[in-house]
């Protein structure tokens, strides 16, 4: 039996407005499990209803827009069906006690022509190709060449995120996470090895690190700050092999500086590569960035019990977000606090199986 006595993760916490029961967070997971409509269903709902005793639940990514799409069976935040659809879900998570924020997530060059309007090629800041492969409803395929967005297209992308955070308040959510992190839309524009422009969001670092800040404040102009959090990755190399930023202390350290007059409920980090190494590399220091942000923090990434414990203690985190553990242990923070055996998910139960390997992991018997 683990000692989580001398522990306060398990008690009440408050990050920005968001009063948590407990400081134990479900990371944002993506399981590819909705039709090509994007729309959440009963079986969502009670996937995210069985892990509502975390202190906050993080949604999977959701798309804002067509255009944001990069997968097959992921869901979206735009049309009024999928609001309908994830209204079921906050209304079951509320009323097993949980709460629950919005991912926005725009996946930038991450896409295929085949998951896009009409199409067309994806949009990122630069017509530079990732490396590697997506899914479509055909099955595994190579992702598309990008093209760079325009100037005058930023508005128009902005008020995507805007109207997806409007649609996430209509849908009962109980705040908002912009997703700029692992190398999507708006990291493409963080990091120097993605982002080529010469315009206003191009170039230097208060450039690359502006559309991330004017999507941040268009969608706190929705929720007000204290329900807004963010989430990024400096150190994750391994979506679409894009390489870091050449200087991520700098670019990511001002971004923070530049987040903290906005007063955001938390700031979230991948702790790492995503899913992968928590130690890599060694010139960045990502307690060294935290330390500069002023509000909560979110560590993720590759945690258990110990580790959780160990930098609540030091004062490094606020709260933990789990991920892969919250597949198989819907229970998760139960099992943490009573120091059962956890349940090792399968990978093969990760993505798009309908109910198989999604809702059939029973919580422990009391
Ligand atoms: C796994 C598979 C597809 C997408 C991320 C939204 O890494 C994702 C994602 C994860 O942020």
Known sequence: MKNTANTDLFFPATLGALQLANR?????????????????????????????????????????SPQARGYAATPGIWSEAQVAGWKLVT?????????????????????HVDLQP????????????????????????????????????????????????????????????????NCYLLEQFLRDSTNQRTDAYGGSIENRTR?????????????????????????????????????????????????????????HFVEGATGGARDLPAH????????????????????DLDLAVKRRAQGLVDAVAFGRPFIGNPDLVERLQSGAELVQASHASYYGRGAEGYTDWPALQA
């Open 24 to 64: 134990i967070v479900m990371a944002p997971l993506t399981r590819s499990r909705m039709g090509e409509d994007g729309v959440p269903n009963a079986m969502h709902a009670t996937y995210y209803a069985q892990r509502a005793s975390a202190g906050l639940l993080i949604s999977e990514a959701i798309n804002i």
């Open 91 to 111: 209304d079951a998570v509320h009323a097993a006690g949980g709460k629950i924020v919005a991912q926005l997530w725009h996946v930038g060059r991450y896409s």
């Open 118 to 181: 009409d199409g067309q090629a994806p949009v990122a800041p630069s017509a530079l190709k990732a490396q590697g492969t997506t899914y479509t409803a055909q099955g595994v395929v190579e992702v598309s060449t990008p093209r760079a967005l325009e100037t005058h297209e930023i508005p128009a992308l902005i008020a995507q995120y805007r109207h997806a955070a409007e649609c996430a308040q209509r849908a009962g959510f109980d705040g908002v996470e912009v997703h700029s992190a």
């Open 211 to 267: 559309l991330t800040r004017e999507v941040t404040e268009a969608v706190i102009a929705v929720w007000g700050s204290g329900r807004v959090g963010i989430r990024l990755s400096p150190a994750t190399p391994n979506v679409g092999n894009t390489p870091l930023d050449s200087d991520p202390m700098a670019t990511y350290g001002h971004l923070i500086q530049r987040l903290n007059p906005l007063k955001l409920a938390y700031l």
């Open 284 to 303: 960045i220091d990502l307690d060294a960035l935290r330390a500069q942000f002023d509000g909560a923090y979110i560590g993720n990434n590759g945690y």
